[in-house]
T-cell receptor
Framework: SQTIHQWPATLVQPVGSPLSLECTVE??????LYWYRQAAGRGLQLLFY??????ISSEVPQNLSASRPQDRQFILSSKKLLLSDSGFYLC???????????FGQGTRLTVV | DQQVKQNSPSLSVQEGRISILNCDYT??????FLWYKKYPAEGPTFLIS?????DKNEDGRFTVFLNKSAKHLSLHIVPSQPGDSAVYFC??????????????FGKGTHLIIQP
């Protein structure tokens, strides 16, 4: 069965520090991978998606970047965090056909 | 411009009664709709979906109704149970070759089941 791992679960970082959140998927190959952010009162916002290694599309301009160094690995990064980057970040994947997305457990990021 | 709208931030329902969560959308190009359930500090879990060519889909206590002419869908939970207390997200998607368009989510409705 397919599983998705996301870590860390919680993170407190000072303003201006770098960020690296990692997500890996098991039990499937060539998944479509996504990073979402849940901010207070704003639902789930799609940040990045990837259809393959090295292929990243950004949905919104922001202080964050994403990379896909391996087929089942998706990384969310920032060189310098802002206070506004605080939120709950979720990694998700879908199969080849459009189906429901399966989410990781999420990372609660607090920038102080 | 918010394409998927959940206009009720919260809903309180008595245990055993029916919970009805509503969702409206503006983009007539959406091909399918989904409901997700989310507990605090956890990722959303898929609940039920419906294709745009159908008007009803049922799975146990959960039924989703789609009214395309009104661009409206609703999730019915019957009977409501304490474990149903969570935030429910409505989402919509489109079929495309790459399958990577991602889902568009509403802001969520916090369902509270009262004993």
């Amino acid at each position: 069965s397919q599983t998705i791992h996301q870590w860390p679960a919680t993170l407190v970082q000072p303003v201006g520090s770098p960020l690296s959140l990692e997500c890996t998927v098991e039990g499937t190959s060539n998944p479509n991978l996504y990073w979402y952010r849940q901010a207070a009162g704003r639902g789930l916002q799609l940040l990045f998606y990837s259809v393959g290694i090295g292929q990243i599309s950004s949905e919104v301009p922001q202080n964050l970047s994403a990379s896909r160094p391996q087929d089942r690995q998706f990384i969310l990064s920032s060189k310098k965090l802002l206070l506004s980057d605080s939120g709950f970040y979720l990694c998700a994947w879908t199969g080849g056909q459009n189906t429901e997305a399966f989410f990781g457990q999420g990372t609660r990021l607090t920038v102080v | 411009d918010q394409q998927v709208k959940q206009n009720s931030p919260s809903l309180s329902v008595q245990e055993g009664r029916i919970s009805i969560l509503n969702c409206d959308y503006t983009n007539s190009m959406f091909d399918y709709f989904l409901w997700y359930k989310k507990y605090p500090a956890e990722g959303p879990t898929f609940l039920i979906s419906i294709s745009s060519i159908k008007d009803k889909n049922e799975d146990g206590r959960f039924t989703v109704f789609l009214n395309k002419s009104a661009k409206h869908l609703s999730l019915h939970i019957v009977p409501s149970q304490p474990g149903d207390s969570a935030v429910y997200f409505c989402a919509a998607g489109m079929y495309s070759g790459g399958g990577a368009d991602g889902l568009t989510f509403g802001k969520g409705t916090h369902l509270i089941i009262q004993p």
